[in-house]
T-cell receptor, first 111, second 115 residues
Framework: GQNIDQPTEMTATEGAIVQINCTYQ??????LFWYQQHAGEAPTFLSY????GLEEKGRFSSFLSRSKGYSYLLLKELQMKDSASYLC????????????FGRGTSLIVHP | NAGVTQTPKFRILKIGQSMTLQCTQD?????MYWYRQDPGMGLKLIYY???????DKGEVPNGYNVSRSTTEDFPLRLELAAPSQTSVYFC??????????????FGEGSWLTVV
């Protein structure tokens, strides 16, 4: 299976920029998801990267380097509501499409 | 559009009891999954299905069973509930689109406590 590594917790100030890193095993890799999960709620989709490079969606951007087994989620103009857990998940190629999730990074945004 | 619907939302079980978590999706997705999430942890895969009639074990299948008789439904059964099965359970579904991009849709979660 995949080993997904991401920091356990990060803190940042409202209005700032924060980067959440994720590393994964490259063997059989197909694509990488980022999900946001507020406490007591289901994960919600943020992005899915298959190709190298940066994809921007409003305040959130996601970067992927397939050769390095590395991704990051960039959050700009942080708002208090961005306080949540951010889950990185890698999917493998092949007949069975099974995303493997990391433990998640708990982001705390303070005033 | 209902998406992924799972029931019940909350349940308290006594040790040794059995129950079924229901999951249904109305998006005609072929892939369906059951994950559990313990406090401070990520999602761990219990079972998955790539289509009707096909199921397979994930990372933590012990103590659970599933079936996939239709494309829409993927129930998770707990036999002889144990305190270690106290967790939040998420059902999810997707249809693999390769490079075109993918979104995994999650149900709202089922909070299960075994006492």
């Amino acid at each position: 299976g995949q080993n997904i590594d991401q920091p356990t917790e990060m803190t940042a100030t409202e209005g700032a920029i924060v980067q959440i890193n994720c590393t994964y095993q490259t063997s059989g890799f197909n694509g990488l998801f980022w999900y946001q999960q507020h406490a007591g709620e289901a994960p919600t989709f943020l992005s899915y990267n298959v190709l190298d490079g940066l994809e921007e969606k409003g305040r959130f951007s996601s970067f992927l380097s397939r050769s390095k087994g590395y991704s990051y989620l960039l959050l700009k103009e942080l708002q208090m509501k961005d306080s949540a857990s951010y889950l990185c998940a890698a999917s493998l190629s092949g007949g069975s499409y099974i995303p493997t999730f990391g433990r998640g990074t708990s982001l705390i945004v303070h005033p | 559009n209902a998406g992924v619907t799972q029931t019940p939302k909350f349940r308290i079980l006594k040790i040794g009891q059995s129950m079924t978590l229901q999951c249904t999706q109305d998006m005609n997705h072929n892939y369906m999954y059951w994950y559990r999430q313990d406090p401070g942890m990520g999602l761990k895969l219990i079972y998955y299905s790539v289509g009707a009639g096909i199921t397979d074990k994930g990372e933590v299948p012990n103590g659970y069973n599933v079936s996939r008789s239709t494309t829409e439904d993927f129930p998770l059964r707990l036999e002889l509930a144990a305190p270690s099965q106290t967790s939040v359970y998420f059902c999810a579904s997707t249809t693999f689109q390769g490079l075109a991009g993918n979104t995994i849709y999650f149900g709202e979660g089922s909070w299960l406590t075994v006492v």
